[in-house]
């Protein structure tokens, strides 16, 4: 499945750091979102972006900062993180709209780790 | 707030049925979706249902939906080692969000 395609696939960062992550979709959606999977805990919805606009900023730390150039595309920077921010960060996409499915399709994700 | 649950193991017998049940709170719901997630791997898509539908049936996979109850349940015949894997009910609300089950980690063994 390369619907959806994610980099780095691991990532492992000090807390001082900075670091991007990178989304590309190739279904021609017109809606990208940023998801947190932690153990144990529910998927968590961090970021969406519709038709390149946020649309929804689900209480996210500012040391998580999405950009979404064009409706392709959709980056997460990362500075200053903590250790409990290890997680994998999935990328999904969806088409919304009267003509969309609205299913979301996910990246295989970014394995984080913070020391 | 609206909440999804789902029980966390189900262990079956290769050949056997394998169904995994979900409920969820919110009345409003559009469609409810099942993911599979294999390990190192991100979700994948495996079928939904809207929510004014109460059975969708996709080769293997049988979805069945209560609406008066708000439960949901994936029906899978036949079931493989390599189905082995955590299944994640979702369903939509009306904020057009997607609201996960915390996962049901299923297992099949010889």
């Known amino acids: 499945e390369t619907g959806v395609t994610q980099t780095p696939r691991h990532l492992v960062m000090g807390m001082t750091n900075k670091k991007s992550l990178k989304c590309e979709q190739h279904l021609g959606h017109n809606a990208m979102y940023w998801y947190k999977q932690s153990a144990k805990k529910p998927l968590e919805l961090m970021f969406v972006y519709n038709f390149k606009e946020q649309t929804e900023n689900n209480s996210v730390p500012s040391r998580f900062s999405p950009e979404c150039p064009n409706s392709s595309h959709l980056f997460l920077h990362l500075h200053t993180l903590q250790p409990e921010d290890s997680a994998l960060y999935l990328c999904?996409?969806?088409?919304?709209?009267?003509?969309?499915?609205?299913?979301?399709?996910f990246g295989p994700g970014t394995r984080l780790t913070v020391t | 707030g609206e909440d999804v649950e789902q029980s966390l193991f189900l262990s079956v017998r290769e050949g056997d049925s394998s169904v995994i049940n979900c409920t969820y709170t919110?009345?409003?719901?559009?469609?409810l979706y099942w993911y599979k997630q294999e390990p190192g791997a991100g979700l994948q898509l495996l079928t939904y249902i809207f929510s004014n539908m109460d059975m969708k049936q996709d080769q293997r996979l049988t979805v069945l939906l209560n609406k008066k109850d708000k439960h949901l349940s994936l029906r899978i015949a036949d079931t493989q080692t390599g189905d082995s894997a955590i299944y994640f009910c979702?369903?939509?609300?009306?904020?057009?969000?997607?609201?996960f089950g915390t996962g049901t980690r299923l297992q099949v063994f010889p």
């Open positions: 979702a369903e939509r609300d009306n904020t057009d969000k997607l609201i």
């Open positions: 999904a996409s969806s088409q919304e709209g009267p003509a969309g499915g609205y299913e979301q399709y």
């Open positions: 919110d009345s409003s719901s559009t469609y």
